[in-house]
């Protein structure tokens, strides 16, 4: 990427940052950059992560949508980028054991898959660490981390040279397939994010399998490492998506986080004894975003989530937000909070 370009992309960061304004209409008239996967190319996507920006880039398995999984605002973009309608937990990807033991806690299982298959095409789901300061958007406030170390040069390189945990789901519109080149990213994404560093196909072409190292080792999800090599490695066989003893896949099912308290949507006018979750220019204890930027709500959603459980407010009442952009996500989100429980 050359100066000029290096230029247009923190330009639009830093404008988005300082308006409050969600990026989406800057980026809109600047195409996505290709960039060359040499070594400028690889300290010119660390400086964009570390400005908050989007990069995609190639895994092993299939091109991922990065950004710092520390950052709230910067995971926002993904589900932004990617029109999502929820909040999926994403994929943490880090380049060695020291940064994967400092987010999540290994157990023998854990260790003994990790030390088999990583780096490579398996993510584990692992107990998350209380201090491993990862935005509760990437784990859509749950208390487990889908957590890769990816087998690929490139990859590898680039979160060296970031130096942080990156979240990265597939780099493809949200419902579409996964992109196994560049070419695919930018035919899906084009104008939606910073820049694609190009690093040519991939050479597994699926997804990881994933695998809950909570309990019982579970499969998630079948992907790029087949499910006998699991089992070979732990000697066991591994509980399977239709067993009934199987853990609820977030996303789908209730094991999503969601507050103590009880929910309610819509509301311009809290009933006495409610705390009203504000969206835009209301008095609020709490408020998504008083400016009205869905970007900024979404980064804030699940923070401000916890905080209601920690003021312990037993009624809590949602501004309305409207339902475009990543305001469905955040609506989908609610909705599922102020759904009756079982
Ligand atoms: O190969 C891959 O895994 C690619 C590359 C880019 O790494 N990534 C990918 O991410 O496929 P994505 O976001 O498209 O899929 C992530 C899956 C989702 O099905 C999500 O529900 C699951 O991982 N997941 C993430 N965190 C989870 C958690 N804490 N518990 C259970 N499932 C989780
Ligand atoms: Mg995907």
Known sequence: MDAAHKGRVVHSLCHARITGQP?????KSVKTQR???DARG????????QAGGLVAFPTETVYGL????????AVASIYEAKGRPSFNPLIVHVADMAAAEALCVFDDTAMRLASAFWPGALTLVLPLRSDA?????VTAGLDTLALRMPDHG????????FGGPIAAPSANPSGRISPTTADHVIAGLDGQIDVVIDG???DVGVESTIVRCVGTPALLRAGGVPTEALEAC???SLVMPDDPAMPQAPGQLASHYAPVGAVRLNVTEPAAGEVLLGFGPVEAPLNLSPAGDLLEAAANLFACLHQLDAMGAARIAVSPIPETGLGRAINDRLRRAAAPRG
């Open 234 to 236: 732990l000697g066991a």
């Open 35 to 37: 960039i060359v996967a």
């Open 42 to 49: 690889v300290a010119a996507v660390a400086e964009i992560w």
């Open 133 to 137: 300061g990862v935005s509760k958007l």
């Open 66 to 73: 990065g950004a710092d999984a520390r950052s709230d605002v």
């Open 23 to 27: 990026k989406r209409g800057v980026m």
């Open 154 to 161: 490139l990859a590898r390189k680039l979160l060296t040279a």
């Open 200 to 202: 040519g196909a991939c």
